[in-house]
């Protein structure tokens, strides 16, 4: 009896057991289910998450080797298309709008003369800066186009494979060197020595911790580019004949002409053919190899190579090509960082952000957002609606994208955040076209060019205060920080304010009439408040990665505020929007636990002071 008793118990124990096992791996299997469902949705690099950006646009940011300036002739094919009238490098320090006297000898206006001014900025020049922007506090550099092009801003590339060689030390050399590839062939493609400089500035900028993307314009190229130059001149027997989008080709007999489509109906700019698969092959497998060539430099691995891309007019390529090129960019290095320019409301950004393109956007939405209810006062938004649309646009696309997401209050394409605050209450920065337009001083001659009052630098230092403590990864344009102003395109792409350079005062108006003398300098203040902040940001992780939560809104006291909480630590931010002090008790603070994250003395009630705001941390 006791044997079978025995052997009763552990029967029962071994089917127990076996349970116990078959649990054990089902659950296993359903953790090892769920994890790879996780993993699935989290398709962002984590290196990326929370990071701060510059945004440069190299020649106007530093002329660090004047010895490569370029010359009249190396802007043949851009705009105005003068490369015969007298030409100098502009003098960095001069006022803006005042013509020069070799301008004054073309008869032609201030606008027309702003295109076809070249500054010197290089990439000698953004090496030299780098300690400079390290020390502001920033994690991350997006250049705007280095490629060979015949423009200021370089988005009609000729080539995507050798950077501009007046941005390296021996544009004719580089040139002679280029004329000697075959642009289909790579194995004949050659190393320039702006290229090579191209590489010690990645080199440069990993070595402080940095990292640093390029701007890749694949809808188009420049009129002057080596396919496009082909093809106007052998036509239907050019290798590149299938490239671009032609509508007719030169035809005797059946009396056509050349012509095709430019972007946006700008011909300097041909596109490239689409079909059902997106860009074609040709284009396609040319994009793919200089992708790789600025990744992975010489095959020697993706620690010398770029760290990501930013798309230019995303909207204007087919989604199955980047599709395609998002798994070509991953195969080379599976940890690179892919943002869009897209000005799209929410419902048409989602198809680009769902994990098989790209990884994030330069976030105008978010700009649109703050515009309305910081930037205007009169026709500004309410608390409880800005509130609401920062929820909305935050959780759009899921907490992976939204701390990818580029939070910026301006670009090369946009009036200057320090011009934007000197506009108040007119149009709405979300109307994207009209705005566009209406920012501009050529457009609008009520638009205020002017330097901004100190108020209006304090609304200016509250947003970027907001910018850096707000979900997602904050970028400021080159010179935000140093009190740059200035309307919409040109005027947003003033050279760079140095603090060891004296500039002219601001004087004349773009009629050339003159005005009372806004002075130029370095605003030592403001950068001290950008770096405070930014430095705020590395110090807590919570302002980096944290969950948003909102504390408080009060649409009759313009008061907002917010918490950010990672594990255990969290930060409170309080923003006055008004004019009037508020201040603000609740038994949040009352326990005593919370300190002011400069003072570091404990707070149990805070006063917030007309467009200002408190930081605490627990």
């Known amino acids: 009896r006791c044997r079978s008793t025995r052997s009763f118990y552990l029967f029962n124990i071994s089917i127990i057991f076996m349970q116990y096992i078959f649990r054990s ?9 769920s994890v790879t469902s996780i993993a699935q949705k989290s398709f962002t690099p984590e290196w990326s998450k929370g990071i701060v950006w510059y945004q440069i646009f190299p020649e106007r940011f530093n002329n660090g080797d004047p010895t490569n300036d370029p010359k009249a002739e190396d802007q043949d094919g851009a705009y105005p298309f003068n490369t015969t009238s007298p030409f100098q490098i502009h003098s960095w320090t001069s006022d803006w709008y005042q013509l020069q006297p070799y301008e004054q000898q073309n008869g032609k206006d201030i606008y027309y003369n702003l295109q076809r001014r070249r500054y010197g900025g290089d990439l000698q020049g953004v090496i030299n800066k780098l300690d400079y922007i390290k020390s502001l506090g920033i994690d991350a550099i997006y250049m705007t186009p280095i490629f060979w092009s015949p423009s200021s801003h370089k988005y009609d590339a000729l080539c995507y494979h050798h950077v501009d060689p007046t941005f390296g030390p021996d544009p004719k050399g580089d040139i002679a060197l280029m004329e000697k590839e075959n642009p289909l062939d790579v194995k004949t493609w050659v190393w320039t020595k702006a290229d090579l400089l191209a590489l010690k500035l990645i080199k ?17 190229m420049g009129v002057k580019s080596f396919a496009f130059r082909d093809v106007e001149k052998n036509q239907q027997a050019s290798p590149y004949a299938d490239w671009f989008s032609v509508k007719s080709w030169n035809d005797a007999a059946k009396g056509t002409t050349f012509d095709y489509n430019g972007w946006f109906g700008v011909k300097t700019l041909p596109e490239f053919k689409e079909d059902n698969h997106g860009i074609v092959a040709g284009p396609k497998q040319y994009i793919f190899n200089a992708t790789k060539r600025w990744m992975n430099p010489m095959d020697k691995g993706t620690k010398d190579g770029i760290d990501g891309w930013r798309l230019d007019v995303a909207y204007d390529v087919g989604h199955p090509f980047w599709k395609d090129w998002r798994k070509w960019v991953r195969s080379i290095n ?21 994990g098989d393109e790209f990884d994030a956007t330069m976030n105008y939405n978010f ?16 608390v409880t609606a800005f509130d609401a649309r920062l929820k909305e646009l935050r959780e759009a696309f899921g907490n992976d994208v939204a701390l990818n997401m580029q939070n910026l209050m301006n670009s090369h394409d946009a009036t200057r955040l320090a011009s934007a ?25 009520d638009y205020n060019a002017r330097k901004p009052t100190a108020s209006q630098i304090q609304k200016q230092k509250l947003i970027a205060a907001f910018q850096m403590l707000y979900l997602g990864s904050p970028m400021i344009f080159y010179g935000d920080e140093a009190g740059i102003w200035g309307g919409n395109d040109p005027d947003c792409r003033k050279p760079m304010i140095w603090e060891d350079k004296k500039y002219d005062p601001e004087t004349y108006n773009p009629d050339q009439t003159r005005h009372e003398a806004d002075q130029v300098a370095f605003n030592k203040d403001l950068f001290n408040w950008y770096q405070k902040f930014m430095g705020l940001r590395k110090t807590y992780k919570s302002l980096q990665l944290g969950d948003y939560t909102t504390v408080e809104k009060n649409d009759i006291q313009r008061f907002y505020a917010f918490s950010r909480k990672y594990n255990s630590e969290e930060v409170l931010v309080f923003i006055n929007r008004s004019e009037k002090p508020v201040q603000y008790k609740s038994a949040i603070l009352k326990s005593g636990s919370y300190k002011d994250v400069f003072s570091k003395k404990t707070l149990k009630s805070v006063t917030i002071q007309s467009m200002d705001l408190v930081v605490l941390f627990k």
Do not use: C
Not at 422 to 437: H, I, M, R, T
């Open 421 to 445: 605050v000197a506009n108040p209450d007119g149009l709405k920065f979300g109307d994207w076209g009209k705005y566009f337009n209406w920012s501009q001083k050529s457009n609008n001659k």
């Open 367 to 382: 700009a649109f957002i703050m515009h309305d209810f910081f930037i205007q006062d009169k026709t500004g938004s309410t």
């Open 204 to 220: 440069e900028v990993h070595s402080r911790n940095m990292r640093i993307i390029f701007d890749g314009v694949f809808n188009h």
């Open 334 to 354: 599976p940890t690179a960082y892919m943002t869009a320019e897209l000005v799209y409301p929410i419902n048409e950004t989602k198809p680009y952000l769902e």
């Open 25 to 33: 791996f089902f659950l296993a299997g359903l953790l090892l289910i």
